[in-house]
Every structure is written in C-alpha cells, then in structure tokens.
C-alpha cells in the first residue's frame, strides 16, 4: 500500500524556517517525482516545489524561488522542503505528493493532476 506521510510542520514567527519531509512507502519511489503542493483556507490547492526522480531537476512557485530548497535521498524514499523567510502567506497545509516519472516538461510538475499518490497534510503556520 503506497503511502506518503509528512512531517515537520508547525508554527513558527515570521522571518523564521522550518524543514519538512516526506517519507514514502509502498513503491520504488526513485522512480517518481515528488512534489509538494499547499492549501491555504477558502483557497485553492497550490504547486509550491517538485524535484525529478534522478534528482537533476527543480522547479518552484515563484513565490518561494529563493526562500525554500527541495531535495530527497539517494533512496528517492524520503523528500525534504526547506522553508527558509517564512512569511505569513506561507501558512497553509503543506502536502507531499508523487507521480511516475515520464518524459515530460516543466510544466508537467506543476499540475496536481500529474501526482498519483497524496500524503494526510502537515500545517504550517508563520506568526507576523
């Protein structure tokens, strides 16, 4: 049974970081790509960053260019978000995702639809 489960959120004052992860099971998973996707209150689920399966490949929303880092192990098992700058916008829950890797542009990445398998959500609260 495939399963994500995130981990690492919390509330944290603005200014502040914290580092998320994701472990994965269930499947080869270094042969997917992971994303992570967050969903404020009364909006819209959105992309926020995604890595390759071989790991040469980042893409972010650029409202976290520069302030968050994804990264996963060798395994491909486990994904990591590095929330640095936090800003209150920020807030949301924070969800883990992966889809089988294919041939496919950037663009692929930042569609949800493209991710197969969804972790339960980590909250991540930023204080001004």
């Known amino acids: 049974q495939v399963q994500l489960v995130e981990s690492g959120g919390g509330l944290v004052q603005a200014g502040g970081s914290l580092r998320l992860s994701c472990a994965a099971s269930g499947r080869t998973f270094s042969v997917y790509a992971m994303g992570w996707f967050r969903q404020a209150p009364g909006k819209e689920r959105e992309f926020v960053a995604a890595?390759?399966?071989?790991?040469?490949?980042?893409y972010y929303a650029g409202s976290v260019e520069g302030r968050f880092t994804i990264s996963r192990d060798s395994a491909g098992n486990t994904v990591y978000l590095q929330m640095n700058s936090l800003k209150p916008e920020d807030t949301a829950v924070y969800y883990c995702?992966?889809?089988?890797?294919?041939?496919?542009?950037?663009?692929?990445?930042?569609?949800?639809?493209?991710?197969?398998?969804w972790g339960q959500g980590t909250q991540v609260t930023v204080s001004s």
């Open positions: 995702a992966a889809g089988l890797q294919g041939p496919y542009g950037s663009a692929w990445y930042f569609q949800p639809q493209s991710y197969d398998h």
């Open positions: 890595i390759s399966s071989s790991r040469r490949n980042t």
